[in-house]
């Protein structure tokens, strides 16, 4: 009988790297000639840690069969023998899945902005994308842009096994590409979702205000926006993404159109939203 391989994931986010870190701590302060009020107060910073991601997945709605195939299936490709094909060369990895709570809270924000049209700028293998669809009406429809032919073959034959998947459009070029070519044909979204490449955050961002690609009243979602914590630790400790994403924070801060709000929901999540 075959067994198949889950990948374990490594932390990504600010709050599993504190995890982490205060697991290595306690394990080594339980090995050193430590106090026993030291120990105990490690363990109960530890234990409030460790278990409150774990308490949010059990009590936030179940996904769908549909998501839980595609997560499953995300986990046992091998992908460190995949890189982009597009212009700019990457590393993909299963810890770009935005996963069960987040999934679950895009969702949520699809029915309460009661959004017919969903833009996603970086689709990966569709989980965030096909949890958004599930949300949108019949007649509803989500356009998803995608760098990497390889991913989005992936995510397409992941659709098929949902009765939500005809509702997602998957177009495959550089983002930026896509969104000018969406804004020259008078393209508009009620809700636009953005986790791709880190760098040109920026160029997104100026590219959707400056079109009608936002509805009005419509919401912008911005993944990624506390970078493993990296936003608010010192400059040096920042990788390229680190500092374009502290840069990306501080340009949107500054925007007099819009307002904004940073969710420390996995690894930062802005809401945008026109004034």
């Given amino acids: 009988m075959t067994i198949t391989q889950i990948n374990q994931p490594r932390a990504v986010t600010p709050h599993g790297i504190l995890v982490e870190l205060l697991q290595s701590t306690l394990q080594l302060a339980q090995s050193s000639n430590t106090s026993a009020e030291v120990l105990t107060s490690l363990q109960q910073i530890y234990n409030l840690a460790a278990g409150l991601e774990p308490y949010i997945?059990?009590?936030t709605t179940n996904e769908s069969q549909g998501l839980k195939a595609l997560a499953q299936k995300t986990s046992t490709e091998d992908w460190s023998k995949r890189f982009s094909d597009g212009e700019t060369v990457r590393q993909l990895e299963?810890?770009?899945l935005s996963g069960h709570v987040e999934g679950q809270t895009l969702k949520m924000f699809v029915y309460?902005?009661?959004?017919?049209?969903?833009?996603?700028?970086?689709?990966f293998t569709g989980y965030s994308a096909l949890a958004m669809a599930e949300a949108l009406p019949?007649?509803?429809?989500?356009v998803a842009c995608e760098v990497d032919a390889y991913v989005a073959s992936?995510?397409?034959a992941c659709f098929q096994n949902s009765p939500h998947g005809n509702k997602i459009s998957v177009e495959v070029a550089p983002a930026l590409e896509t969104l000018r070519k969406l804004a020259q044909n008078g393209e508009s979204f009620d809700l636009i979702f953005i986790d791709a490449d880190?760098?040109?955050y920026i160029e997104y961002f100026h590219t959707i205000l400056d079109s009608s690609l936002l509805a009005p009243g419509g919401l912008i979602c911005v993944d990624n926006t506390l970078m493993q914590g990296q936003v608010y630790l010192p400059?040096?400790?920042?990788?390229?993404?680190?500092?374009?994403?502290t840069e990306f924070n501080q340009v949107v801060a500054n925007d007099s159109r819009v307002e904004q709000v940073i969710l420390p929901?996995?690894?930062g999540v802005t809401l945008i939203r026109r004034i």
Avoid at 235 to 245: D, L, P
């Fill in 112 to 123: 309460l902005t009661k959004a017919k049209r969903v833009l996603e700028v970086g689709m």
């Fill in 94 to 96: 299963q810890e770009m």
């Fill in 57 to 59: 997945g059990e009590y």
């Fill in 154 to 156: 992936f995510a397409q």
């Fill in 265 to 267: 929901l996995r690894d």
């Fill in 198 to 200: 880190k760098k040109e």
């Fill in 235 to 245: 400059n040096e400790q920042r990788s390229v993404n680190g500092k374009a994403i």
């Fill in 138 to 142: 019949d007649d509803g429809k989500l």
